[in-house]
T-cell receptor, first 115, second 111 residues
């Protein structure tokens, strides 16, 4: 089995600040994802990456940047933190890049608080 | 607009009872379904997939898919307090699309 590690677990920032969230996976999966989950609600896709150096926008990409530095890591940057985006950010990965009905494996999440 | 709708929003069942959750895709391109479960403070974990019409059973969990109506249901037999969680349906199409998650159903199993 593998594991997805997200750092930090809790992130507190000031309004307008640039903040970076990191994700590492050791499944050797091709595809990685970033989701936002607002207070016990559904998941909305921010960015995904089918392979190293690939980036694809999801439904909620405005206000965010992403970077796939290598196959095992995927970073998400909040370009200017806003109070209405306090949420849990979930990273996930799946095998079979481009085959999007594959099972996704999730990390434990990063909880973002904006002061 | 929400492509994947789930109902009910929340559900309470007694321990040992049957829980039934529903999910419908509004886009005919999205007809491959997964069910995920998320316990409080954790990331979602996949329960089961269903890609063909009919029933699929895994232990106490049975999924049913009707491709004509793009409706999938999840039935949990002999519900346990540990089944209390948020349940998500995710739908996707062929290669070139990505999974869309529903808004979730919060299940509470009461001892």
């Amino acid at each position: 089995g593998g594991i997805i590690t997200q750092t930090p677990k809790f992130l507190i920032g000031q309004e307008g600040q640039k903040l970076t969230l990191k994700c590492q996976q050791n499944f050797n999966h091709d595809t990685m994802y970033w989701y936002r989950q607002d207070s016990g609600k559904g998941l909305r896709l921010i960015y995904y990456s089918i392979t190293e150096n690939d980036l694809q926008k999801g439904d909620l990409s405005e206000g965010y940047d992403a970077s796939r530095e290598k196959k095992s890591s995927f970073s998400l940057t909040v370009t200017s933190a806003q109070k209405n985006e306090m949420a849990v950010f979930l990273c996930a990965s799946s095998m079979l890049g481009g085959t999007n009905y594959a099972e996704q494996f999730f990390g434990p999440g990063t909880r973002l608080t904006v002061l | 607009q929400q492509k994947v709708q789930q109902s009910p929003e929340s559900l309470s069942v007694p321990e040992g009872g049957m829980a039934s959750l529903n999910c419908t895709s509004s886009d005919r391109n999205f007809q491959y379904f997964w069910w995920y479960r998320q316990h409080s403070g954790e990331g979602p974990k996949a329960l089961m997939s269903i890609f063909s019409d009919g029933d699929k059973k895994e232990g106490r969990f049975t999924a049913h898919l009707n491709k004509a109506s793009l409706h999938v249901s999840l039935h949990i037999r002999d519900s346990q307090p540990s089944d209390s969680a948020l349940y998500f349906c995710a739908a996707s199409g062929l290669s070139g699309t990505y999974q869309r998650f529903g808004t979730g159903t919060k299940l509470q199993v009461v001892p």
